[in-house]
């Protein structure tokens, strides 16, 4: 064998001999006699070495060439298009393929798209060479060639549906189903031909995580027809990526519909006493105490405005600072709450506090979520928690040796001071309240007073109770809980 039959015999790519001695003879004239063959083969080599992919998330934009195999997931419509030359129509066809890597848009043109939608069909395996290119719906591989390749096997399910974690970067026409968990506030911008542009974000999460969803122009009008615990179906999305994260964008051909399935969404996070500064975590828990809303003037002369909660799970608590609108949620004591993507920073006093900005999830999750709190949670309230407690009408975590009867029965926003204590000792009575504190004593708000409760009281932090027996000032003694 001479050394062009040697070099082309070592080559792991797909390229024919006839092709590969044409290519080795086009390098020698274009380095105008500077090499020989054998030189000119060994730089055609390298080159297509670097071309082959070990699979599609490898794929980047800006990549002169790429080979590599991919399954048929879908074929598109055939579209036809006008050319720059007078008279000269094309044809395009997009074709979805896949590895075990992730998804990307296969664009195949003229005579190929012809072809692609008489013969392709979703499940076939194909070898496919083609340029790399940020598209208009993400990444996207214009095909130079394309072969069905009937031995080559890839293990991508095409029958189960798509979910949350199995979407890749650069993969479109992307239908999935979600919980909606929170709703931003409609941006605008000025785009650089002078038009103003519009966009917005939904959360949406299922059984296998949360996922942002970024919304363009016109369809952020759907925004307004969504709140947090509806299921929605994300139609023809594709898959970009922002800081390190996946979101999936919603533009003029993609569709975003309230749908009646059963998606549930379970968060995992991180015990509030394991997180640490500079850490970005996923918290839920009861809220405990809840500030009043401040507003601020920022540095660039516009107002801003932050509000503070302290949220407790079974290992602790930490106060939480919500910033622009999502100082506006209605969250307060009892509620159950998942805090996503907060930035642990270093807070008042030395105290950790969780920073839930732009780009953090602030979900109530009615019924969705468990906490407990322990004896030595309880005993460990601050003199913070307490005026943060004061202000919102709750005596709940005040420091129980300073409390008397007329003090947690008659706060500023309670019954009515004095009068309530005795209205309160009139015999057996029921209320109806908030688990807010679960150690000894436990403790029960309904939004205008806090009751202490003595006696067997099997209960958890966040739970909606209701109470019969003896009342006894800001005490009740339990007969029976409900």
């Known amino acids: 064998m001479g050394a062009i039959e040697d070099i082309y015999a070592d080559i792991d790519a797909d390229i024919e001999e006839e092709e590969f001695r044409e290519a080795v003879e086009a390098k020698v004239e274009e380095m105008g006699g500077l090499v020989d063959e054998e030189v000119a083969a060994m730089l055609i080599a390298e080159d297509l070495g670097e071309s082959e992919v070990e699979g599609i998330a490898d794929i980047e934009p800006g990549m002169e060439e790429v ?100 979407l890749a970067m650069g993969q479109s026409d992307v239908t999935v189903d979600g919980v909606v968990l929170d709703t931003e506030a409609v941006r605008t911008f000025d785009r650089d031909d002078g038009s103003e542009g519009r966009v917005g974000n939904l959360v949406i999460g299922d059984e296998t995580g949360r996922l942002r969803v970024t919304l363009w122009d016109e369809q952020t009008e759907l925004i307004e027809e969504f709140e947090p615990g509806d299921t929605v179906e994300i139609v023809d999305g594709y898959v970009r990526e922002r800081d390190g994260n996946l979101e999936l964008h919603v533009n003029d051909r993609s569709a975003v519909e309230a749908v009646d399935a059963d998606v549930e969404f379970v968060p995992e996070t991180t015990d509030i006493d394991a997180v640490d500064i500079g850490e970005t975590v996923d918290i839920a828990g009861v809220v405990r105490s809840a500030d009043p809303k401040r507003t601020f003037d920022r540095d660039d002369g516009s107002e801003g405005q932050v509000r503070n909660v302290r949220l407790q799970d079974g290992s602790g608590d930490i106060r939480v600072a919500l910033w622009g609108d999502k100082a506006d949620l209605d969250i307060g004591p009892g509620d159950e709450v998942l805090a996503a993507e907060v930035e642990i920073q270093d807070g008042w006093q030395d105290d950790l506090e969780a920073s839930a900005g732009w780009q953090s999830t602030v979900t109530h999750l009615e019924g969705g979520l468990s906490a407990t709190q322990s004896d030595s949670d309880a005993e460990g309230a601050t003199a913070d928690d307490a005026g943060a407690d004061e202000e919102t009408g709750l005596g709940a975590f005040a420091d129980d040796g300073g409390s008397d009867a007329s003090t947690d029965a008659g706060s500023e926003g309670g019954a009515g001071g004095d009068a309530a204590a005795e209205t309160a000792n009139a015999g057996t009575v029921e209320f109806t309240g908030t688990v807010v504190q679960t150690g000894d004593p436990v403790k029960v708000d309904d939004g205008e007073e806090t009751v202490k409760l003595r006696g067997d009281a099997d209960v958890t932090l966040g739970q909606n109770v209701t109470v019969r027996g003896a009342r006894d000032g800001a005490f009740i003694d339990v007969d029976e809980i409900f």
Request: charged share 40%.
């Open 67 to 166: 080979q590599f195999l991919g399954k048929v997931v879908s074929v598109g419509d055939l579209r036809t298009f006008e050319r720059d030359e007078e008279d000269a129509e094309g044809r395009v066809v997009n074709v979805e393929v896949a590895d075990e890597t992730g998804h990307v848009r296969l664009a195949m043109w003229d005579e190929d798209a012809a072809a692609a939608t008489e013969e392709l069909e979703p499940g076939q395996v194909l070898r496919i060479k083609g340029r790399p290119k940020d598209g208009y719906s993400g990444l996207e591989v214009s095909a130079d060639r394309v072969e069905v390749d009937e031995e080559a096997e890839l293990d991508v399910d095409l029958e189960g549906g798509v979910s949350i974690d199995s």
